[in-house]
Each structure stands twice: as structure tokens, then as C-alpha cells.
């Protein structure tokens, strides 16, 4: 059989290119606040041990170097606001973390801190989901920790606003609650490394594209939820994230 030439292929097909072989995925998207468009999510990073209370309780230090804690989640794990969250299999200790996201509207590579923020397209609360019991097995046998934080349901996030309308979040308290009681608390002027420079550091290591979202780290005492728990996650100035685990 002869290879194939793609662009051959794609003229002679034309519009029967538009046919799937099997069904197609929704592309994810989150509610944008006060508009009828949606924000498409296309890929979405985490940046570990960002607080320094929290990268003292892991005892894994804070990031440092070129390279931070970065990792990458499915789009498709996304949950929104008020939704149910499904626990997920394969874990006996999941750990919900309160954290910013950056949604990125702007693409770029190699992006100076000076000019990161005009890459962004709004902020919003989400949830890292964990599966501590699974990290830890991955950290002593020297594993990729993927699958401890990419599952289905693995990134609740709440709907964006744009920055344009709320601008650049600096300094606020951030926390989470679960079944009405205090869990994690912080305050936005703790990040280690702020969004500009997440971005920055990350744009060098991957071109930044319109749809990315950055969970940028999380404060310290995240703790283990069960089903029927139920969560609410605060940022000061943003919508909140409200959860039911069943």
C-alpha cells in the first residue's frame, strides 16, 4: 500500500473530512460571568507547592529552578460550578485544593514577566483534585504522578471573569470549606511565584495558546473528602465554586 499524501487526501475529500470516524468529544468550556459565550478550555496546567506554607507541609520544598512543579490535566476533566463531583475509583484519600486559575487568551512562547499579564484573559476559582494515597505510592516507587491528578472530575472550576472587568488579582483570601468548616486559608500575596511569572517560566517550556488554563498553587491543610461531603471554594472578588461528592 502506497502512503498516504495528506494534502492529496484532504483536496479529493473536501467536505467529507467533516465526518467523524467515531463520535466526537464537546470541547470543554466554562461559563464566562455575564456573558452568553462560553471560555473553550484547551489544555490546563497546575503549579505544585506554590504557597510556602503548603510547600513546608509536603516537605518538599518550594519550586525552584527553571523548571517549577508543573503538570498537565485532560480539558475534559473539568467540572463546573454547582455540579455533582463523582469520587473517583482507585483512592482512599482524595484531597480537594483551592486555587486561582489563570485563563490565557493570547499565545506566545518565551513570554518576558513584564509582559505576561496581557496574555490573560480572566481569572475564576477551581479545585486541584488529588489522589493523595496514589501520589505518595507514585513518589516512593518513582512514578509519574498522572494518573494522581488526572482523572474524570479531576478540575472543578467556577466560571471566568474577565480581567478587564475585575483586573489583576494581587492580594485577596483564598480558602475552602468543607461541610461548612474552614479547611485551607490563605491570601493571594502568599503565591511564591505570582502569575506573571508562572506564565513567564511555563512559556518556555510550552507555547501558551488562547483556551489554556493555569491552577496556580494552593494554600496550606488540604484534607480528605468523602461522598455526600459538600465543598464551597472562596476567592475574594470572584464568583464561588460550590461542589456536592457523590
Known amino acids: 500500500m502506497k502512503p498516504l499524501n495528506e494534502a492529496r487526501y484532504r483536496a479529493e475529500l473536501g467536505e467529507k473530512l ?106 475564576s476559582v477551581g479545585i486541584d483534585m488529588i489522589r493523595r494515597d496514589v501520589m505518595r505510592d507514585c513518589i516512593a516507587n518513582e512514578h509519574s504522578w498522572d494518573l494522581c491528578k488526572s482523572f474524570d472530575g479531576a478540575s472543578p472550576c467556577g466560571p471566568v471573569h474577565r480581567v478587564d472587568q475585575i483586573g489583576h488579582l494581587k492580594a485577596g483570601a483564598i480558602w475552602i470549606e468543607i461541610n461548612g468548616e474552614r479547611r485551607q486559608e490563605g491570601d493571594l500575596d502568599d503565591l511564591i511565584w505570582d502569575p506573571a511569572e508562572i506564565i513567564s517560566r511555563l512559556s518556555r517550556m510550552s507555547r501558551m495558546e488562547p483556551g489554556d488554563i493555569i491552577y496556580t498553587g494552593t494554600p496550606r491543610g488540604p484534607a480528605p473528602i468523602s461522598p455526600g461531603d459538600k465543598l464551597l471554594a472562596h476567592i475574594d472578588g470572584l464568583w464561588e465554586l460550590e461542589l456536592e461528592v457523590v
Request: net charge negative; aromatic share 10%.
Open 18 to 123: 467533516l465526518n467523524y470516524a467515531i463520535p466526537a468529544y464537546e470541547i470543554p468550556t466554562l461559563a464566562v460571568v455575564g456573558e452568553v459565550s462560553r471560555f473553550p478550555v484547551r489544555r490546563i496546567y497546575t503549579v505544585g507547592r506554590n504557597y510556602a506554607a503548603h510547600a513546608a507541609e509536603t516537605g518538599l520544598g518550594g519550586p525552584t529552578g527553571p523548571i517549577p512543579g508543573f503538570s498537565l490535566k485532560p480539558a475534559d476533566s473539568i467540572v463546573t460550578d454547582g455540579a455533582e463531583f463523582n469520587y473517583p475509583p482507585g483512592t482512599s484519600q482524595l484531597d480537594p485544593e483551592v486555587e486561582m486559575v489563570v485563563a490565557i487568551s493570547k499565545s506566545g512562547a518565551d513570554i518576558p514577566r513584564e509582559t505576561a499579564l496581557e496574555h490573560v484573559f480572566g481569572y
